[in-house]
């Protein structure tokens, strides 16, 4: 059975060739292709763009994608378009890099696709991967995997691993030494220097009115089912405590299944974006790209994903405020780069599926009962956080002009 969010991806990508060929694409001096599987690789270009712009601000960009997370995303980067990837086949992609023209094709974290990156190479167009990141559990690094996609890997011009890890793995995956660098993370420079807007997490904090909170973001069931029964025990020994929630898909449908598993365990709820009763210990968010603002407002933040094939989401969106961040793991081999990070600096603490109600509930009650020691903590997360990798990823697309 297809899932929605792939059904609407095969129907936004299917339906996007026409639209790019009618783009009147801005002359004004050479146009970026930037590609993006989903939000999270979407940020990682932010902060090389923004700074393209600065550099050059005749330089067009445009910015594909396959999730549709991103077409609900606001802003869109600040590119001149935005839109699905259209199917890679030969066909299409000549004609779109015939009207187009880019100079350059700029894929973010990893989701190179194998006919985009042919068409590139058959139209001279120089691809470059920023912000590459292979997990080590990635199926990518399965030998027939990597059988398959070595011609594409082998094609890039340049590549800025987020970690030396990471590029060891492009390097297995097919990468040419030459052509392998190590950036570190662009999505750290887009956490730190990213603007915050205020009016959400300020609702958030007159809810509170000084109790403790922990915001958890972008969770998915498997996340819920552990942190909402974690929460009860919780209140039995800080009855003050309360909890925001915001699910990693804001549908109405997964709004409403929280709801449910809030009411069979008792637990006084509301949702963020509706007048919000002080007594309500449970507060749902579903507003699309609030949620790193709302950290702002967090004593400890928990990040879901972790127990889920797809993998933990961004840790690095609480950690830029100096907020402590628990997550998930399946297995310590599951862990991102940032997670694993956090954890040595003890700025994180993952929970593993074996007794993760107990362990969730344990940690929290720490972190919420020690007010040094959580400060302490967050600010050895921040500490985690290096800045520069925008910047030299920047410069090297730019060496392409």
Known sequence: MVSRGAAQSMAGRINATTPWLSWHVPRRGPLVWVHAASVGEALTASPILARLRVARPEIASMLTFTSPSVERWPGALGCDRAGYLPPDDRTTMDALFRHLRPAALVFARGDLWPGLVAAAKRHGVPVLLVGGAVGAASTRLRLTTRLALRPTYSAVDWSGGSSPADANRLRRLGVRAVATHVTGDPRHDQAVERPVALRWPGVVLAWAAGDPLMVAGSTHP??????????????????????????????????????????????????????????????????????????????VAYLGGGFTRAGL??????????????????????????????????????VYPTDAVTTLADRWLRWLGDHEGTCLAGLAGRGTLTTGAATVSARAILSYF
């Open 222 to 299: 498997e996340d819920e089912r552990v942190l909402l029964s974690a929460f009860r025990r919780v209140l039995t020994s800080c009855s003050g405590a309360r909890l925001l929630v915001v699910p990693h898909t804001t549908h109405c449908r997964e709004v409403e299944r929280l709801r449910q598993a809030a009411r069979v365990l008792g637990l006084a709820h509301a949702t963020l974006e509706a007048d919000v009763p002080s007594d309500a210990r449970l507060l749902i968010g579903s507003r699309l790209g609030t949620l790193a603002d709302l950290y702002l407002a967090a004593n």
């Open 313 to 350: 989401h961004a840790v690095v969106e609480p950690a830029a405020f100096g907020v402590p961040v628990i997550f998930g793991a399946r297995t310590t081999g599951h862990l991102t780069a940032d997670a694993a990070a956090l954890l040595a600096a003890g700025g994180g603490w993952a």
